[in-house]
C-alpha cells in the first residue's frame, strides 16, 4: 500500500450501468464525511471489512451503495456515468486521495496485466488478461524452453489486439454491396445504400464483438477514376484504410460479376467476397470465395467464421502467455481512463 492513499476505476471504459470507484482503505477517516447513511445512522466504528451500507454522496447528493470488501480498500458502487466517476475523482483528489492503478488482489503475479482487466470489451479478452495476471507471460518470459517462446511468438498476434481491435476493410467497386454488408454485420441501417454510384464519400465504421474478439468493419468508398473531388477524397480515405487494414474483404457484384482490380497496395490478407446471392440462387463460388446476401443474411455467419480464422487460426488455449503489452496501449498502465 502506498502513503499516499489513491482512488481507481475498477470499472471499464465507457457507459454502464454501475460505476465503481476503489478507494484505498486508510483514506477513510479523511473522507467518510462526504458520505451519509439513508437511515442517517452513523458509521460504525472498526472492523468495516465485508460491511455495505446504502449512503448519500453529500456533495452532490446522490444515493450510492459503500462496500467494504476487504482491508485493502473499500469501493463506492455509482451510475456507470464517465462524467459522475470523474467527479467522484476530482472530490476525492480534493481531499488527497489521488488518481492510481486498481488495487491488486492478494495472489496476482503481474499487477499490470491486471491493471488492463477493466478494458476489456469481452469475457474472452478478459479471461487472456486474468491468465496473465495470474503470471503466465511473466513465467514465459522468465523461460528459455524454445516451446515456450514459439507459443509467445503464435499469441504476438492476439496480444496486439486485446485492446485494439482488429480492422476490417471493406473494399470493391461501386455499388458492390459494401454499405450493405456493413449494415448486415451491424445488425442495423450503419452506412447509407443508394443504387447511384459513389454514394459512400467518408469512412462509414462498425465495432462489434464476434466470438469473443472485437472487430472494426470500416465502409469505404468504391474505387474508381473520377474528377469529383469529394468522391476522389473518400476513395484516397479508402486507400489509407486498406492499407492499415489487418484484413480485406474484397466485394464483387454476383450479378454482374465485374471485378475491379486491387489497389497495388494490398498484396495479401484479402478475402474475396461474392455479395447479392439472393438475386442469383444458383450461382456457385469457386473455392476460396465467400458469397453472401445483406439481404437474406445467406453466407454471413460463415463470412465471420472465416474472417475469425483468418485472423486468428490458433487462439491462445487457457493458461497460456500472451504478449499483451504488444497492443501498444501501455498507457493504461499508468492511469485509469475514464
Known amino acids: 500500500m502506498s502513503e499516499q492513499p489513491t482512488a481507481s476505476v475498477l470499472t471499464g471504459t465507457g457507459r454502464g450501468a454501475i460505476g465503481v470507484i476503489s478507494v484505498d482503505l486508510p483514506a477513510w477517516e479523511s473522507i467518510k464525511h462526504l458520505f451519509e447513511r439513508i437511515n ?3 458509521f460504525p466504528v472498526s472492523p468495516l471489512t465485508n460491511r455495505y451500507f446504502f449512503v448519500r454522496w453529500l456533495p452532490t447528493g446522490e444515493e450510492m451503495l459503500l462496500v467494504f470488501p476487504n482491508e ?12 459522475i466517476l470523474e467527479q467522484l ?12 492503478l486498481p488495487p491488486t488482489p492478494v495472489g496476482i503475479a503481474d499487477p499490470a496485466a491486471w ?26 518470459m522468465q523461460s528459455n524452453d524454445p516451446a515456450i517462446q514459439e507459443i509467445l511468438r503464435k499469441n504476438s498476434s492476439v496480444g496486439a489486439h486485446l485492446l485494439e481491435p482488429w480492422k476490417i476493410a471493406l473494399t470493391g467497386a461501386t455499388n458492390a454491396g459494401k454499405s450493405s454488408l456493413l449494415n448486415a454485420i451491424a445488425g442495423y441501417e450503419r452506412s447509407v445504400v443508394s443504387e447511384v ?14 466470438y469473443g474478439w472485437v472487430l472494426k468493419f470500416t465502409d469505404t468508398a468504391g474505387i474508381r477514376e473520377t474528377s469529383e473531388e469529394l ?17 480485406v474483404l474484397h466485394l464483387i457484384d454476383a450479378t454482374t460479376l465485374q471485378e475491379s482490380p486491387l489497389p497495388q497496395e494490398v498484396t495479401e490478407n484479402i478475402i474475396p467476397v461474392f455479395t447479392k446471392a439472393d ?28 474472417i475469425i480464422h483468418r485472423l486468428i487460426p ?23 481512463s475514464l
Open 314 to 336: 490458433h487462439p491462445p488455449l487457457p493458461g497460456e502467455p500472451v504478449p499483451y503489452l504488444a497492443s501498444g496501449n501501455s498507457s493504461l498502465l499508468t492511469t485509469s
Open 231 to 247: 468522391e476522389s477524397a473518400g476513395i484516397l480515405r479508402a486507400k489509407r484504410a486498406i492499407e492499415s487494414a489487418d484484413l
Open 279 to 306: 438475386l442469383v440462387p444458383d450461382f456457385v463460388a469457386p473455392p476460396g470465395w465467400e458469397l453472401v446476401s445483406a439481404t437474406t443474411h445467406r453466407g454471413l455467419e460463415q463470412l465471420i467464421q472465416q
Open 197 to 210: 454510384h459513389g454514394t459512400t464519400r467518408d469512412l462509414v465504421e462498425y465495432t462489434g464483438a464476434f
Open 89 to 100: 475523482l476530482q472530490t476525492l483528489a480534493e481531499h488527497g486521495v489521488t488518481p492510481g
Open 115 to 140: 491493471a488492463l482487466v477493466p478494458h476489456a470489451k469481452t469475457v474472452r479478452i478478459a479471461n487472456i488478461l486474468l491468465d496473465q495476471a495470474h503470471g503466465a507471460y511473466v513465467r514465459a
Open 72 to 83: 485493502q480498500w473499500l469501493e463506492i458502487h455509482t451510475h456507470g456515468n464517465p462524467l
Open 40 to 42: 442517517q445512522k452513523p
